[in-house]
């Protein structure tokens, strides 16, 4: 039993995600995550299981733990009762923790998490903004989408879904700095700001300096698509 | 009386949940969700009016309260811990500052998170004062949990509602459903993670299937009927890992059409799966050359087109990558013939 899995095991989500395995598959057999992508939780199961740390630093340095969509439809046919999602997430928060999401293409991708879904709540107290939807990155929406982001304020007024008002609330309403500051401390308390920062001083480490995590980011923010930004062997 | 297996199973997945002829059905407090505003803002907006102006809800959210963080939790950016301290806020500052004990939230997310924190504090004891003491000592706020469903420790979604009186609303209706074919599509959130906390549970939820007929459509069944969306947080906000979502939504729609190709509504109460069951029928389209034609509405939008609303303006239907018009027309639901589809959807 190694160090890692300790930790792992301390974790609450694992407590309640791992009861007992009888490696059935049936996690897989539900999964969409496992029906699209080179991902299977039954393996993530079994590789947490033989709580050998060689094998754990293996899986949170792989794209495998970044797959899982969250969707929780292991926790609903699992027979005993476990539930690879919230492993998953305890998996997540150790490969943030030891920079090991660093090594692989979809680990990188939390910078976009850490600096949209985090960056949102500490700014704003949401995690997602009107501004984030925007129609380069989300194609899909449509052309009616693009007339809608543009026209956004007085589109939103016309649904009666007013934004960015001063203390009202509803909607993308601009929350009172005072809550903000309680939320922030809160934040700050449950070690989530502490979360975020290894993702950043990680990020440096990984591709040598502050400068080139934001070419990182730029890169994204400009195309879409991280793998535009080409890793250098001996960073 | 002995009763049937069968229905011991359907008695444990039934909640209560207050109707505006029972006490306390006509106050709540709610928590809006940060995925509808930015990617369907619209929604909030009829199921706002519909609450209030034909329920008559007295609907009270306080400035101060905050998303709940769950994409963020989902998204890998913050811990167990923070979900915790947060929905703890969240709720002191209903029941404190407006005064309201039932709550609901408008996101499935936010639902399953602030279920998932209760249920953590009912297990886990020092989780618990964990949280009073963090939340005390962070805001000076005091510590307060909701018991909305049959007076035990819960919260529930705003379809909840909408379910629990949807007698009251189809008696209002302008509209019907009579001969449409329609199928539900539950949030994983709403129903697989806590299915104990589901309308009906998991396998045959209620709580849009009972909205439907109530409206009078036929429910049709499908083999994918319980297949994810594939918002999946990370995959639905990173462009690239898109194809996920767009596999699964091709995979839910094939299996819809191969079973039931005259079916051409599915009612939704996620805000991920609203946006992107209808948004990647587009992609699909485009890049592989087929078509749907699948109306994905969500139960407010629904609601509101049945009660006379208009499609557009109220309804928010202005931003679907399905034409929405044939739906309409099989409804019988009238809209201004004289402009053009991109007229209708483009006000300004």
């Known amino acids: ?235 | 009386m002995k009763v049937a297996r069968e229905n011991l199973a359907w008695q444990k997945h039934q909640k209560h949940v207050p109707t505006i002829d029972e006490p306390g059905g006509k106050l709540w407090g709610c928590f809006r969700s940060c995925f509808l505003q930015s990617a369907a803002p619209y929604t909030e907006g009829i199921a706002y009016k519909i609450l209030k102006n034909d329920l008559g809800m007295d609907l009270r959210e306080a400035p101060g309260h905050t998303s709940c963080g769950a994409i963020g939790y989902h998204g890998d950016v913050s811990n167990v811990e923070t979900q915790m301290v947060v929905a703890a806020r969240n709720f002191s500052v209903a029941h404190h500052e407006l005064g309201v004990d039932n709550l609901f939230s408008f996101c499935v997310t936010s639902f399953a998170n602030y279920t998932e924190m209760i249920h953590l504090w009912e297990e886990e004891p020092e989780l618990r004062e964990y949280t009073a003491k963090t939340l005390k000592e962070t805001t000076g706020r005091e510590f307060w949990v909701p018991h909305v469903s049959g007076g035990r420790p819960s919260v529930v979604h705003a379809s909840d509602v909408f379910f629990a009186n949807r007698h009251q609303l189809a008696a209002k209706a302008k509209y019907s459903l009579k001969g449409i074919k329609a199928v539900d599509h539950i949030g994983c959130h709403y129903g697989k993670i806590f299915p104990g906390e589901a309308m009906g549970g998991v396998e045959f939820p209620q709580v849009l299937v009972g909205l439907l007929e109530a409206f009078g459509a036929e429910i049709v069944d499908y083999p994918e009927r319980r297949h994810c969306c594939g918002m999946g947080f990370r995959q639905c906000a990173f462009p690239e890992n898109r194809d996920y979502t767009a596999s699964s939504v091709y995979k839910k729609m094939k299996s819809l059409k191969e079973a039931h190709p005259d079916c051409n509504l599915m009612l939704t109460n996620c805000p991920g799966c609203t946006v992107f069951l209808d948004a990647e029928q587009g992609t699909i389209k485009e890049v592989l050359e087929e078509e749907f034609n699948v109306s994905v509405l969500d139960y407010a939008q629904l609601t509101g087109l049945m009660l006379g609303y208009d499609p557009f303006k109220d309804c928010g239907l202005n931003a679907k990558a399905v034409l929405v018009e044939p739906l309409l027309d099989q409804i019988g639901i009238p809209y201004d013939k004289s402009k053009t589809a991109e007229e209708r959807r483009r006000p300004f």
């Open chain 1, 1 to 235: 039993m190694g160090k890692l899995f300790n930790e792992l095991k301390e974790d609450i989500l694992y407590q309640h995600g791992m009861n007992a395995c009888l490696n059935c598959g049936v996690c897989t057999a539900v999964c969409p995550a496992a029906e699209f992508n080179d991902y299977s939780p039954r393996e993530v199961m079994n590789t947490v299981q033989s709580e050998d740390d060689e094998l754990i630093i293996e899986l949170l340095k792989s794209d495998k733990i970044w797959y899982c969509g969250q969707c929780f439809s292991c926790k609903t046919r699992c027979p005993r009762g476990n539930n690879t999602a919230n492993v998953i997430l305890a998996l997540r928060r150790l490969s943030i923790r030891y920079g090991y999401f660093t090594e692989s293409e979809k680990g990188r991708q939390q910078l976009f998490a850490k600096r949209v879904f985090g960056e949102n709540m500490l700014k704003r107290g949401y995690t997602l903004l009107a501004e984030n939807i925007t129609p380069a990155h989300f194609p899909e929406l449509g052309e009616n989408w693009e007339y809608y982001y543009e026209h956004r304020e007085e589109m939103r007024e016309w649904w009666d879904v007013p934004m960015d008002l001063e203390n009202s609330p509803g909607s993308h309403r601009v929350i009172p700095e005072k809550d903000m500051e309680e939320l922030r401390a809160i934040y700050q308390a449950t070690g989530a700001i502490e979360l975020m920062d290894s993702v950043e001083k990680s990020m440096e480490k990984k591709l040598g300096s502050k400068k080139e995590v934001e070419k990182y980011w730029q890169t994204w923010l400009e195309t879409g698509d991280s793998r535009n930004y080409e890793i250098k062997d001996n960073k």
